[in-house]
């Protein structure tokens, strides 16, 4: 049992997220060469909103929570992005996280900005009860800082349908009567029986499955037989593990915040995913497993890595003990600057977290319409809708990098900036 005192140990990376993610897009700025006015406005974020709020403990006691919005940029539309509740959160994280969101959603074509935010917290230390004040609080001191056409937030890491059902029932209850309804699209990942839509919950992972499955058959590979570990097994991981077996390829380790695990012959996902649910979360203790060291996991033989968990997990510390043929990036971040150096080196390929994850954020785009034109779309529709936007945005990244010679990522940053550089372009800079 995990106790307030007792915090778990955070690994903070040394150079900080905002400069692994500015290397990246300079990178590409420099291939594209960047207009240096539109590359100034991009290399800064718009608004970083803190906030420090009181919230009532279930002992009667008072604790201060942080709470964070990054708005980074919003030229092609609302600023668009998820909330996060962990200890890693805070403005150097926020601030990079909603420079992704910008280049993500740019990517898909998607009429939306990037943002991100969340409350530094350990979840796991706090009742249900507690959690919902937290975030109703959070909600209603961010006020107009969010809204439906301004920005909108999402689940990430240790949030989920009901974090945001609590969100957009606090933001509309702030409304006059006659019009909360029409604020339902305030966020997106709500669960479908209160504005959200069917498949939002599965998107992320499906996307994460889909450009796999499209990198494969540019490359003439058979994914059925292919072996693959996964780390995080939260919503994104156990999606994008649970489609992968369907295609036949084998999941053979697992890693979560508290258990790293390993069996040759493959792990069954809905096994997994059972036992996790009955186990507080966490993959610790899976029978029928071997537990191996932390340390140990990229290092598995096998031939796809999904990191699925936070960022800067694959570094210049362990990228050359990796074995695998591809790395498809669930997560945000997850491979920095110096640690991709070395995969790229060695010819390991990288399907980019800005293309990889994508698919939650288009699912959310879809969240957004229905809410807005009153509309019910169904899984079959979802899924449909969402494959054609993701085969579409990964053939452009996939051509670009072949084309132009240079590395997916590369190739992902470079389409995502030329849009926003044209709609700069167009419209010129205020006043
Ligand atoms: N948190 C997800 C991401 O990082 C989803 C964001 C959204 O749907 O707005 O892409």
Known sequence: MITKDIQLPVKKNEKGMVANVLEQFNKAADHINLNPNIRRILNVTNNEIIIHFPVKMDNGDVEIFTGYRVQHNNALGPY????????????????????????????????????????????????????????????????????????????????????????????????????????????????????????????????????????????????KGKTFIVQGFGNVGYWASHFMEQEGAILVGVQDAFSSIYKSEGIEVKQLQAYVTNNEGSIKNFANSEAIEKEEFFALACDIIIPAALGNQITEHNAASIKANLIAEGANGPTNVEGEAILLANGIEIIPDILCNSGGVIGSYFEWLQNRNGELWHMDEVILKLEKVLKESFNKVYDYSISEGVDMRTAAFSIAIQRIEKAYIQRGIFP
């Open 80 to 223: 668009k992005g998820g909330l996060r509740y962990h200890e890693t959160v805070d403005i150097d994280a926020a601030k990079a996280l909603a420079m992704w969101m910008t280049w993500k959603t740019s990517l898909a074509g998607l009429p939306y900005g990037g943002a991100k935010g969340g409350i530094q917290i350990n979840p796991k230390l706090y009742s249900q009860s507690e959690l919902e004040r937290i975030t109703r609080r959070f909600t209603y001191a961010l006020g107009d800082n969010i809204g439906p056409e301004h920005d909108i937030p999402a689940p990430d890491v240790n949030t989920n349908a009901q974090t945001m059902a609590w969100i957009a029932d606090t933001y509309m209850s702030t409304k006059g009567p006659s019009e909360r309804s029409t604020y339902q699209h305030v966020v997106t990942g709500k669960p479908v029986g209160s504005g959200g839509i069917e498949g939002r919950d599965r998107s992320t992972g499906y996307g994460v499955f889909l450009t796999i499955k499209l990198w494969a058959e540019k490359r003439n590979v058979n994914l």
